[in-house]
């Protein structure tokens, strides 16, 4: 038999070490080792890193050293949520009864009588609106074109001497003053009405028209401003119901859409904020009686 390929094995031999040390691997370095080098003079793979991106002794970090681990998540950290003062919480909190600062006009206490007799008794009212004076537009632009038309037209047909024409002249614009005023008055008459179960639109003063939805019932709704009414502070409600035509779905001209607009919203989803807000006024209406 031969002898063996390499030298045999002497434990007094002083190179046996240093042959070791070179043919052992490269143990994975610490944070203390320097940026990627090891200990001899061949190059590491580097220092293992976490799943999270980051270097260094951190928050949420720990260093093993020379332990061949990486370094891994502290356990014992935990995320620091940011820290907001009480100027910005003022807006926000709730008071003792739950309610949130208010973002809407106050609402009347009682309807008028021309709203009370379509509302039955277990039913809470919220609030009336009449249409924004926009509405009446039309028939006060023809009212004043009708008055200088015709009151030259009359002045004229005077200085020609036929008295008939004039009369009728005159009588025209009588017509037309009073179809303006009943315009005003069914203008007057005309209200859209918020309960906590539903909106209503009452409108006519020969013919009275009574249209109303269920909130219940309410699957969208919407507001639209034109530039003018953005001006103005009218708009268009659009209100729909499972996708079919209903009697109550377009109201224009309506005052305050924002104002309503959350009204109705908070009267579909927050109920009983409308109540908690409402008792907190009533106490401290009560309170300020008996002072």
Same mark, same amino acid.
């Given at each position: 038999m031969g002898s063996p390929s390499g030298p045999p094995f002497d434990p007094d031999d002083p190179d046996r070490e240093r042959r070791e040390r070179d043919t052992e691997p490269i143990p994975r370095i610490g944070p203390d080792d320097g940026?990627?080098?090891g200990a001899g003079p061949g190059l590491s793979d580097g220092p293992s890193l976490s799943d999270d991106v980051g270097y260094g002794d951190g928050p949420g970090y720990a260093g093993q050293g020379r332990s061949g681990r990486g370094w891994i998540r502290d356990p014992e950290a935990s995320y620091q949520p940011p820290q907001i003062s009480e100027d910005e919480l003022a807006g926000l909190r709730a008071d003792a009864t739950g309610?949130?600062?208010r973002r809407v006009l106050p609402l009347e206490d009682e309807p008028s009588s021309l709203v009370a007799r379509y509302l039955f008794p277990t039913e809470r009212y919220r609030g009336e609106w009449k249409r924004h004076w926009i509405h009446l537009t039309n028939p006060l632009l023809i009212g004043v074109a009708a008055t200088f038309v015709l009151g030259y037209l009359s002045g004229f047909l005077a200085g020609q001497d036929v008295g008939a024409l004039t009369t009728i002249a005159v009588l025209l614009w009588f017509a037309v003053m009073g179809w303006v005023a009943w315009k005003v008055?069914?203008?007057?008459? !005309?209200r859209f009405i918020l309960t906590n179960k539903r909106v209503m639109v009452v409108n006519g003063i020969v013919t009275r028209k009574v249209a109303m939805m269920p909130l219940v019932r309410v699957t969208d709704m919407k507001y639209e401003q034109s530039p003018t009414g953005r001006a103005l502070n009218y708009g268009t409600f659009v209100l729909e119901s499972a996708g079919q035509e209903q009697a109550l779905r377009e109201i224009k001209n309506l005052p305050n859409p924002n104002e309503l607009y959350l009204r109705v919203v908070e009267e579909m989803y927050e109920p009983q904020a409308v109540e908690a807000r409402l008792g907190k006024?009533? !106490?401290?209406a009560k309170a300020d009686d008996g002072a």
């Open positions: 940026p990627g080098y309610s949130t600062p008055a069914d203008w007057w008459y !005309d006024e009533a !106490d401290e």
